[in-house]
């Protein structure tokens, strides 16, 4: 019996300084290469699902993934199945950021993202300002994967962050999770929205339909709350737009498209 998988998934969301996109493919390649058993990999599901709050990512596939394995779905099929599909988005998702984006030159962003890496390095910038993003300072890994691939890429202080917001053409971030009214990602998100505003910069959010949290309206003000150490509640209010694989959607209906999209998936 393949008793280890749990311990092999619990040390894959140990990690603190990967995408929350790059952490699930991880866990997917796992369960294709480990081939467990129905039962072995439902209890590593369950596992992942239980263990993850603010990356609502990794719950949406592990639930997705439990729900093919209940049809008859080998664990390894599900997992080839969902890595297809988040691949699919994320490529589409791109392809609609370099359309909305391409005009740009300069750009300011913060954290380690997967969709953000494969955004930049589709595009062509003459600067990428990427924002240490402490504590973690997850944002120089960012941007030395982003100067592999050839594009220009400089680490920033976070406190330069009204320094350059000034200086580029726009900013871009990505999402941990998204909800009705706003979403989660790294510390010092919120204060490039207000930066933003005050320097009539847009501000985008790179987001799939994996993202979305099926929550209620209570849970969401929990959300907020709990959100104020690593990750923050940022109000999508002040957000130009959310690109996704739906296309480039407004903050006021891009959780109802997405969600609906989801549902309709898993």
Known sequence: MNTN???VARRILADRMSGSTTLVKRLLNVLIEMKPTPEEASLALRTI?????????LRNV??????????????????????EE?????EVCVEVGVETLGDHERFLTLSNSDQLLKLFTALNPTTVYVLESRPGGEGTILAQAIKKQGKPAIVAPDLS?????????CVVVGT???????????????????????????????????????ADKD???????????????????????????????EPSVAYTRLLKELKATG
Request: contains cysteine.
């Open 5 to 7: 998988i749990v311990d």
């Open 49 to 57: 699902s239980s263990s993850v709050k603010h990356m609502v990512i």
């Open 62 to 83: 592990a639930t997705t993934c439990l729900r093919l394995i209940e049809r008859g779905v080998t664990p390894n099929e599900a997992a080839e199945k969902m890595l």
């Open 86 to 90: 988040l691949n699919r988005s994320t």
């Open 161 to 169: 962050a009204h320094i350059l917001c000034r200086r580029v053409d």
């Open 176 to 214: 941990d999770a998204v909800y009705e009214q706003g979403f989660v990602n790294k510390l010092g998100t919120g204060l490039l929205t207000h930066l933003c505003v005050a320097n009539s910069k847009p501000i985008y959010a790179i987001t799939t339909k994996w993202k979305v949290a099926i």
């Open 219 to 249: 849970i969401q003000v929990t959300v907020r709350n709990r959100y104020n150490s690593v990750f923050e509640w940022v109000d999508c209010g002040q957000l130009s737009s959310y690109i996704t694989e739906l296309g480039v959607l």
